[in-house]
């Protein structure tokens, strides 16, 4: 099994994740009040939550995905820094109260622990992957959401998810037929919280 065949296992899936009203509104400029401030704050807590699940993925990370792993820990960094910067120039603030399916990413991420490494990579994988597509189906972007369009489309961005793919793909032709069961279950699992993370922001917007 490959990175690439869990996409084409699942296609329903994985539009579903990648495809949504939401980025359609992105792209035409045609916004439900609130969505994309309701996604701007929760997913600014996204990121405070995936870079702790991420750091503790590279405690375990095998030689193959270090660079990887820790490159893209270094950028969330950063990415905090961006978010916080894009908010003053907005409404909401960033101490927003956490939606509950921010909490269930967030209960997922930590799930991952009780699970082999496989799984973890592939679901930090399938997140990455998840965005890349789904921010590319709103591009060029509405003037207005620009900036985010253009910071998870950039090539830096596409390179950083063909190199998690490379270090899946490596640790998947090792893994045990439970593992890859396990693997399959969290890519599952991160279409579907993707989808939901969607769906809160556009039919949630104005909490
Ligand atoms: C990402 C994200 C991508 N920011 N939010 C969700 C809900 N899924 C995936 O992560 P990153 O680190 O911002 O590229």
Redesign the pocket.
Known sequence: MRAAALIEDHPDEWRAATRHPFLDGVREGTMPEGAFETWLVQ?YL??ND?LSFQSRLLARSPRVAQAAVAG?LV??VD?LGWFEELAQSMEPTLDAPRHPTTDA?REFMSGQEEMGYPAGIVALWA??R??LEAWRSAAPGHPDYRPFVEH?TVPE?AGYVAALEVAVDAVLSEASGGEREEAEDAFLGVARL?RD?WEMAFSGGGR
């Open positions: 997913d996204f990121v995936l893209g950028a969330l990415e990413y997140m990455e998840a965005y998870w961005f993707e993370f």
